[in-house]
């Protein structure tokens, strides 16, 4: 029983000792708590930063690619013009954070829940977003080429004036989303949500919106060209605002 406490103290003083190690690449804080901090510009590239609660903290123009915060606290967490590439935060969770301007190309983010969270102008593109929960999501003039939103729930997301070439939307809750003047050129939106969802003005040449509902859903002046439409009719080339 002795060498059990004794163990078990020596493990306690080891977790606390990494805690405070100094914010470094490779830096290993996993379930720390480095909530309430000014991290902002901070070499943290390669970090494993897993199940770490960043509640509160800044980390606004830090380094952040190929870093690992996975299961993560990011309530109201500043990402503002980070680079991020390759960062992996699956299963995080994420409330009211700011990744404006962030450089987030090829993250992953899937099955986390995000809640109210700012991507204003960020690049997200190739990104994983797979069956990711968002609500109040905000990726106005985003680039989101590429990116996976598969089964993801992105009710009432405003995605205005963004660049979603290619962009993968299938099975997706897109019910009330507004694509307003949007790139979603060669997008996939088949078997999705887009209940009342808004793509006025919206490029959706080459897209495929196949097997979607599009119950109430609005194309005023959005380019149709060779989209795909609901039940299989391909748009004729030059279709605007109706599939003819």
């Known amino acids: 029983m002795k060498a059990i406490y004794i163990f078990l ?34 070499n943290l590239q390669g970090a494993v930063l897993r199940r770490v609660n960043f509640s509160n903290t800044n980390l606004s123009k830090a380094r952040l690619q190929n870093a690992d915060l996975a299961f993560s606290t990011l309530k109201n967490t500043k990402f503002t013009a980070a680079r991020m590439e390759r960062v992996r ?5 994420i409330t009211n954070a700011d990744f404006s301007l962030a450089i987030v190309d090829e993250g992953r983010f899937s099955r986390s829940v995000i809640n109210g969270s700012l991507f204003l102008q960020s690049k997200l593109n190739k990104t994983d977003f797979y069956e990711v929960k968002i609500e109040n999501g905000n990726f ?17 997301a405003n995605f205005k ?15 009330a989303a507004d694509f307003t003047a949007a790139n979603v050129n060669g ?13 006025n003005q919206a490029d959706l040449s080459a897209a495929s919106i196949q097997g979607a ?11 149709l060209s060779s989209t795909t439409w609901v039940k299989y009719q391909r748009c004729r080339n030059g279709s605007v605002g109706v599939c003819k």
Do not use: H, Y
Request: aromatic share 10%; with cysteine.
């Open 9 to 42: 103290f020596f493990l306690s003083f080891s977790l606390q000792a990494k805690c405070n190690d100094e914010a470094a690449p490779g830096v290993n804080w996993t379930g720390c708590d480095k909530s309430n901090l000014d991290l902002s510009a901070m």
């Open 89 to 93: 935060l699956n299963n995080a969770k």
């Open 140 to 156: 106005e003039k985003s680039e989101i080429n590429k990116a996976n939103f598969s089964r993801a729930k992105l009710i009432a």
């Open 161 to 175: 004036n963004s660049k979603a070439v290619d962009a993968i939307f299938n099975q997706a809750d897109l019910e």
């Open 187 to 199: 997008a996939k939106f088949e078997k999705a949500n887009l209940l009342n969802t808004k793509f």
């Open 213 to 223: 509902v599009i119950d109430g859903a609005s194309f005023v002046d959005a380019k």
